[in-house]
């Protein structure tokens, strides 16, 4: 059984473009949970989804930042019109139950914004 | 809002020492504690996972703890070795979401 896989591990993104980061849940596994780990600090929360809905959306930046998981396909978390300060690793994690159940985490993608 | 915080941040200390690593919480309302290992530029690794109907988990070297009335986990690690050389996280799981506590960074030397 595979693990959780993100894609790309390094993004490289200019101040104003689209970043879009893939994350395929372990196989089995439906609910998907995405974190940012900014240089210097810890982990924090952004969302959480089920297929085809967003479930707890609260750690989301209000602007530029959109997550989703469709039916078919990688959950994406995608930032319009990157800004140097959404430079950081950003984590993806699955759970085959609800919420309070063991979270698995993906390698990671490192954004960095030039 | 839940709060976790880890104490020491860092920790440096001799191959062949045991250790304990500290995580409190703010809210006890947790459905499990989770401890993860970060090496630098890498991902998490899970270490230990315990439900809050449990007391303790143990792993090989590992030993973790939970008291979930005083709010506190700590994270046992015997015999430590240069390649236990890490950063160390604890989660608590609260509805839909893992709070992380900002780490302890452990050094062992050989």
């Known amino acids: 059984n595979a693990g959780v896989m993100q894609n790309p591990r390094h993004l490289v993104r200019r101040r104003g473009q689209e970043a879009r980061l893939r994350c395929s849940p372990m196989?089995?596994?439906?609910?998907v949970y995405w974190y940012r780990q900014l240089p210097e600090e810890g982990l924090k929360f952004m969302v959480y989804?089920?297929?085809?809905?967003?479930?707890?959306e609260s750690g989301m930046p209000k602007e530029r930042f959109s997550a989703e998981f469709p039916k078919e396909g990688p959950s994406i978390l995608r930032i319009q019109q990157v800004v140097r300060g959404d430079s950081a690793a950003y984590f993806c994690?699955?759970?085959?139950?609800?919420?309070?159940?063991?979270?698995?985490f993906g390698p990671g993608t490192r954004l960095t914004v030039t | 809002k839940q709060e976790v915080t880890q104490i020491p941040a860092a920790l440096s200390v001799p191959e062949g020492e045991n250790l304990v690593l500290n995580c409190s919480f703010t809210?006890?309302?947790?459905?499990?504690l989770q401890w993860f290992r970060q090496d630098p530029g890498k991902g998490l690794t899970s270490l230990l996972l315990?439900?809050?109907?449990?007391r303790e988990q143990t792993s090989g070297r590992l030993n973790a703890s939970l008291d979930k009335s005083s709010g506190r986990s700590t994270l046992y690690i015997a015999a430590s070795q240069p390649g236990d050389s890490a950063t160390y996280l604890c989660?608590?799981?609260?509805?839909?979401?893992?709070?992380f506590g900002e780490g302890t960074q452990l050094t062992v030397n050989p």
């Open positions: 315990i439900q809050s109907s449990q």
């Open positions: 989804l089920q297929k085809e809905n967003i479930i707890d």
């Open positions: 196989k089995g596994h439906s609910h």
């Open positions: 989660a608590a799981t609260s509805g839909s979401r893992l709070t």
């Open positions: 994690a699955s759970s085959p139950r609800a919420g309070d159940d063991e979270q698995y």
């Open positions: 809210d006890s309302a947790i459905y499990n």
